[in-house]
């Protein structure tokens, strides 16, 4: 089956240190996305990548990396100085948009749920 | 960011009876929509989605129902079953670079 995978289910880390997420799809998107969710809040945009090697900042880039080598890959580095890093992270991908054609929804794996201490 | 809100943050149902989730939004430029279910959890999971061509559509129990005029958005679930019990999400996409702006959901509960 077709989808996308996120490890680890759970993580923890101290104050200070980086956490790196992993996001992998097998259903051949181009786009990618992470979003971080907070309890009471919408889904907010962290960063988002429409080709290999490319990548944009969300509304709420700050505190956090990504990178872009392969397709399927599109991991999220949560660094130190990321201010409020507890949250659940969920990695997202959808079809490419050529111009002039319509949008497709997103995929979503089954998240990420970093404690930080 | 544009907001997308939703009216209700929780809403509780007989089974068997039929459930409606409301969402306005905010962008009069938005052109698509989409509406996700959320359990405990896990990922968003797309349920039905609507462009801004079509007032209505339908999927299985689903039916989601667009008012641009009035900038609303509504999920119906016939027939509501314990397996519905999630958060429901609403999502709008003003039609660039495919970045949708979501609502803070609405917790939905099946009372059997």
């Known amino acids: 089956d077709g989808g996308i995978t996120q490890s680890p289910k759970y993580l923890f880390r101290k104050e200070g240190q980086n956490v790196t997420l992993s996001c992998e799809q097998n259903?051949?998107?181009?786009?990618m996305y992470w979003y971080r969710q907070d309890p009471g809040q919408g889904l907010r945009l962290i960063y988002y990548?429409?080709?290999?090697?490319?990548?944009q900042k969300g509304d709420i880039a700050e505190g956090y990396s990504v990178s872009r080598e392969k397709k399927e890959s599109f991991p999220l580095t949560v660094t130190s100085a990321q201010k409020n890093p507890t949250a659940f992270y969920l990695c997202?991908?959808?079809?490419?948009?050529?111009?002039?054609?319509?949008?497709?929804?997103?995929?979503f794996g089954n998240g990420t749920r970093l404690t930080v201490t | 960011g544009e907001s997308v809100g939703l009216h209700l943050p929780t809403l509780s149902v007989q089974e068997g009876d039929n459930s409606i989730i409301n969402c306005a939004y905010s962008?009069?430029?938005?052109?698509?929509f989409i509406w996700y279910k959320q359990e405990s959890g896990k990922g968003p999971q797309f349920i039905i989605d609507i462009r801004s061509n079509m007032d209505k559509r339908q999927g299985q129990r689903v039916t989601v129902l667009l008012n641009k005029t009035v900038k609303h958005l509504s999920l119906q679930i016939a027939a509501t079953q314990p397996g519905d019990s999630a958060v429901y999400f609403c999502?709008?996409?003003?039609?660039?670079?495919?970045?949708?702006?979501f609502g803070t959901g609405t917790s939905l509960t099946v009372i059997p």
């Open positions: 962008n009069s430029a938005s052109d698509y």
């Open positions: 259903l051949n998107h181009d786009a």
């Open positions: 999502a709008e996409n003003m039609g660039t670079g495919n970045q949708f702006y």
């Open positions: 990548s429409q080709i290999v090697n490319d990548f």
């Open positions: 997202a991908s959808s079809k490419s948009q050529g111009a002039g054609s319509y949008n497709s929804p997103l995929h």
